[in-house]
């Protein structure tokens, strides 16, 4: 190879990496979330006594939670550069014509600096009540399901996939533009 398409393949193949990072990190997320929904589908076990079932729904909130920050920051560290010259998805890019998806990513991208990344309190997800008792407050905190409710995961699934093919296009771009300049072709694939 001249050094003239040594420093294309070298600079290509450089960008090629980080959009497959890019692409990996959104399947990280949508086998996440299809965790999730294949979670939601176990029915509960019968005849649990009340403390059985309590530690029951506490664990079913816990592995939601960790599975919902795991896909949330997956997905979100897709749109933020983390280094010089690094690549990142825009979202008015991915969600072009799609105002709806820019809001709801928008949503997510706040809940997830404020909630998961910097852990800041917030009334999203506390409630505080006294049931009008003069000497007692109520703390309800709630893990994510309040931030996260489940019905959205269905509209950020859609999103995954959508990121997914644009991720896909982003990185076949760049391998045409290498073939066309080099001649040489260039392939890939998720083992």
Same mark, same amino acid.
């Given at each position: ?73 997956? /997905? @979100?560290?897709?749109? %933020?550069?983390? &280094? !010089? =010259?690094? $690549?990142? #998805? ?34 999203? /997800? @506390?409630?505080?009540? %006294?049931?009008? &008792? !003069? =000497?007692? $407050?109520? #703390? ?52």
């Amino acid at each position: 190879m001249s050094p003239e398409y040594q420093k294309i393949f070298d600079q290509t193949l450089i960008d090629i990496k980080k959009q497959i990072s890019i692409s990996r990190r959104l399947r990280v997320s949508s086998s996440a979330c299809f965790k999730i929904f294949e979670d939601a589908l176990i029915p509960k076990p019968e005849n649990m006594e009340e403390e059985e079932e309590q530690e029951y729904k506490y664990k079913k909130q816990m592995d939601y939670t960790v599975l919902t920050e795991s896909m949330v920051t997956s /997905y @979100i560290s897709c749109y %933020n550069k983390v &280094e !010089k =010259n690094g $690549i990142s #998805l825009n979202p008015n890019k991915v969600y072009s014509n799609m105002p709806e998806y820019q809001k709801i990513h928008q949503k997510i991208y706040d809940a997830r600096n404020k909630f998961i990344g910097h852990n800041e309190p917030g009334d999203d /997800y @506390i409630d505080i009540s %006294n049931n009008d &008792e !003069k =000497n007692h $407050i109520h #703390l309800s905190i709630y893990f994510i399901n309040k931030v996260f409710p489940k019905d959205w995961l269905y509209d950020f699934h859609k999103m995954l996939e959508i990121n997914i093919k644009y991720s896909e296009k982003m990185i076949k771009k760049n391998t045409d533009r290498f073939h066309k300049l080099t001649g040489i072709t260039l392939s890939y694939e998720f083992v």
